[in-house]
């Protein structure tokens, strides 16, 4: 029996990091990602548990070896356990790890049945440890549940990586001090750029806040070190000495980092976006759905090789511009 055939895009990059989202619902309402009074979709246009095992394994099939699911919030879906374990099966047998990017407001509740099934770190957004300010960007008093739910990953033995979206203004001045609270409870921690995804209630150019320039804050603080370490994702890592811990960089406008870019994403519906911040998309539902989904599906995901671009085009909108892309980060997949 001959292998399927490794996904390889037009530029010889090799795809082997699914980001599969499984709902675009989520508990937070954090004001950068979507309005107050955000519309989900129906729940019969998301993929079913089935579906969602099936496309994971036909991606497999063609050579990728790392999964992340997220949402929205995936620990809101009631049997995204059920998916949790059965990836959890492929570890060792084509894949290597079965990750999760989650708010943290579910996690004490799931951390122990994660780390039964196979997952070995997990990633929380969290943006501020200030309860009143939480509530704002969130729109929802649940800093404690989130703090609660990042020592139950760790006492069930995951590791933890932070994720706080850099806002001017907003939670600019206590970066330093997130960073070292991180690394002094023995996580990583990565900043993000703000992304221009989505209809939101106010204008991202008010909280928009270049890495750069906070890297060079930084830099005059401690000492950062370029670090060789590479997640599969985007982030430059560096180390820094006084805390001891490590920094990741994701900076989607102020340094492009598709060159070596390994990876796509899945919506809940099921349209595979080859590049996060570009317009192409493969309908992977309604091969899933075919007469022959296998068929169907091979062929979607080399129809997903030949148009990923190679490069994204993000720029932050001009105040009172539409952004870059109409669609949010919660129904692409985070």
């Given at each position: 029996m001959?292998?399927?055939a490794?996904?390889?895009?037009?530029f010889?990059?090799?795809?082997?990091y699914?980001?599969?989202?499984v709902?675009d619902?989520?508990?937070l309402?954090?004001a950068?990602?979507?309005p107050?009074?955000m519309?989900?979709l129906?729940?019969?246009?998301?993929?079913s548990?089935?579906e969602?095992?099936?496309?994971?394994l036909?991606?497999?099939?063609r050579?990728?070896?790392?999964?992340?699911?997220?949402?929205?919030?995936p620990?809101?879906?009631?049997d995204v356990?059920?998916?949790?374990?059965?990836?959890?099966?492929?570890?060792g047998?084509?894949?290597?790890e079965?990750?999760?990017?989650t708010?943290?407001?579910?996690?004490a509740?799931?951390?122990?049945?994660l780390?039964?099934?196979?997952?070995?770190?997990v990633?929380v957004?969290?943006?501020t440890r200030d309860?009143a300010?939480?509530?704002?960007?969130a729109?929802r008093?649940?800093?404690?549940?989130?703090l609660?739910?990042?020592?139950a990953?760790r006492?069930?033995?995951?590791?933890?990586?932070?994720?706080?979206v850099?806002l001017?203004?907003?939670?600019?001045?206590?970066?330093p001090?997130?960073i070292?609270?991180?690394?002094?409870?023995?996580h990583?921690?990565?900043?993000i750029e703000?992304?221009?995804?989505g209809?939101?209630?106010?204008?991202?150019?008010?909280?928009?806040?270049?890495?750069s320039?906070v890297?060079?804050?930084?830099?005059?603080r401690?000492t950062l070190?370029?670090?060789?370490?590479?997640?599969?994702?985007?982030a430059r890592?560096?180390d820094?000495?006084?805390?001891?811990?490590?920094l990741?960089?994701?900076?989607p406008?102020?340094?492009?980092?598709?060159?070596g870019?390994?990876r796509?994403?899945?919506?809940?519906?099921?349209?595979?976006?080859?590049?996060?911040?570009?317009?192409?998309?493969v309908d992977?539902?309604?091969?899933?759905r075919?007469?022959?989904?296998?068929?169907?599906?091979?062929?979607?995901?080399?129809?997903?090789?030949r148009?990923?671009?190679?490069?994204?085009?993000?720029?932050?909108?001009?105040?009172g511009?539409a952004p870059?892309?109409p669609?949010h980060?919660?129904?692409?997949?985070?």
């Amino acid at each position: 029996m001959i292998s399927p055939a490794p996904l390889v895009d037009q530029f010889a990059r090799r795809i082997t990091y699914l980001r599969m989202s499984v709902t675009d619902r989520c508990d937070l309402r954090c004001a950068y990602c979507m309005p107050e009074r955000m519309t989900f979709l129906p729940r019969s246009e998301v993929l079913s548990l089935e579906e969602l095992r099936g496309a994971a394994l036909g991606f497999i099939a063609r050579g990728v070896r790392k999964i992340r699911l997220t949402g929205g919030e995936p620990l809101v879906r009631r049997d995204v356990m059920d998916l949790v374990r059965a990836l959890g099966r492929q570890i060792g047998a084509g894949l290597d790890e079965v990750t999760l990017t989650t708010n943290g407001t579910q996690l004490a509740q799931h951390a122990a049945a994660l780390a039964d099934a196979g997952v070995r770190r997990v990633n929380v957004s969290l943006d501020t440890r200030d309860r009143a300010l939480f509530a704002k960007l969130a729109r929802r008093d649940a800093l404690p549940q989130v703090l609660g739910g990042i020592a139950a990953a760790r006492a069930a033995g995951l590791a933890v990586k932070i994720n706080a979206v850099a806002l001017k203004g907003l939670n600019q001045a206590e970066l330093p001090e997130l960073i070292a609270w991180a690394h002094g409870e023995g996580h990583e921690i990565t900043l993000i750029e703000v992304m221009p995804l989505g209809e939101v209630d106010g204008d991202r150019t008010d909280h928009y806040l270049p890495l750069s320039g906070v890297a060079e804050d930084l830099a005059a603080r401690w000492t950062l070190t370029p670090s060789g370490h590479r997640s599969g994702g985007p982030a430059r890592y560096f180390d820094i000495a006084e805390t001891g811990g490590r920094l990741g960089l994701i900076t989607p406008l102020t340094n492009n980092f598709c060159e070596g870019c390994n990876r796509v994403r899945v919506s809940a519906t099921g349209q595979l976006y080859p590049c996060l911040g570009g317009a192409e998309q493969v309908d992977l539902r309604a091969a899933l759905r075919s007469g022959d989904p296998d068929a169907a599906l091979a062929a979607a995901l080399d129809t997903a090789m030949r148009i990923k671009p190679e490069r994204h085009h993000f720029a932050i909108s001009a105040r009172g511009e539409a952004p870059a892309l109409p669609r949010h980060m919660s129904h692409t997949g985070g």
